[in-house]
T-cell receptor, first 113, second 114 residues
Framework: DTGVSQDPRHKITKRGQNVTFRCDPI?????LYWYRQTLGQGPEFLTY????????KSRLLSDRFSAERPKGSFSTLEIQRTEQGDSAMYLC???????????FGSGTRLTVV | GESVGLHLPTLSVQEGDNSIINCAYS??????FIWYKQESGKGPQFIID?????DKRQGQRVTVLLNKTVKHLSLQIAATQPGDSAVYFC?????????????FGQGTELSVKP
């Protein structure tokens, strides 16, 4: 296992388009987290899954954002009708319940033009 | 609300000197803390962690100190090297039975002068 993988690394999209990002966590980790990070700031929590269940969503996650983890393994984050304010680094992390081991992926850099 | 913050946004040190990066947290119930290093264009990289039942933990060239009385966390880097230049974040983990999500502070940018 090579850690947490995110795809794509970079995405440039026009305002109003939909985008989807993928995260593959460490295989034995049952928790998966999505964060958003803007320049000069720390990552901000968006949502997390325990196995396939989405158990918490931040109020930062507007109705245009949706995340899934259908089989409790990889996860996708979709942003509909993108806005310039969505431009950020989207980070995925995974951990093992009760044991921590939080590991982050390299992120997906989204630029909305 | 709960927050994790850093005292110094930037720190410049000479190569070979020791670095100290500080962090304050507000949730006295937090029991697990992590320091991350983030280089430009990359995700946060785990450096060292500490649980609230400890006040000091050492790794290779790094030491984390936890003062629960004043809710303060620090990261000490010995013999700082140019490769240590990055932004450093402390993070506070929420209760594991509530998902254990990490709450990050703003970060401190460490610049190492050769």
């Amino acid at each position: 296992d090579t850690g947490v993988s995110q795809d794509p690394r970079h995405k440039i999209t026009k305002r109003g388009q939909n985008v989807t990002f993928r995260c593959d966590p460490i295989s034995e980790h049952n928790r998966l987290y999505w964060y958003r990070q803007t320049l000069g700031q720390g990552p901000e929590f968006l949502t997390y899954f325990q196995n396939e269940a989405q158990l918490e969503k931040s109020r930062l996650l507007s109705d245009r954002f949706s995340a899934e983890r259908p089989k409790g393994s990889f996860s996708t984050l979709e942003i509909q009708r993108t806005e310039q304010g969505d431009s950020a680094m989207y980070l995925c992390a995974s951990s093992l319940q009760g044991a921590g081991g939080y590991t982050f992926g390299s992120g997906t850099r989204l630029t909305v033009v | 609300g709960e927050s994790v913050g850093l005292h110094l946004p930037t720190l410049s040190v000479q190569e070979g000197d020791n670095s100290i990066i500080n962090c304050a947290y507000s949730n006295s119930a937090s029991d697990y803390f992590i320091w991350y290093k983030q280089e430009s264009g990359k995700g946060p990289q785990f450096i060292i962690d500490i649980r609230s039942n400890m006040d000091k933990r050492q790794g290779q060239r790094v030491t984390v100190l936890l003062n629960k009385t004043v809710k303060h966390l620090s990261l000490q880097i010995a013999a700082t090297q140019p490769g240590d230049s990055a932004v450093y974040f402390c993070a506070e983990a929420g209760a594991d039975n509530q998902g254990g999500k990490l709450i990050f502070g703003q970060g401190t940018e460490l610049s190492v002068k050769p």
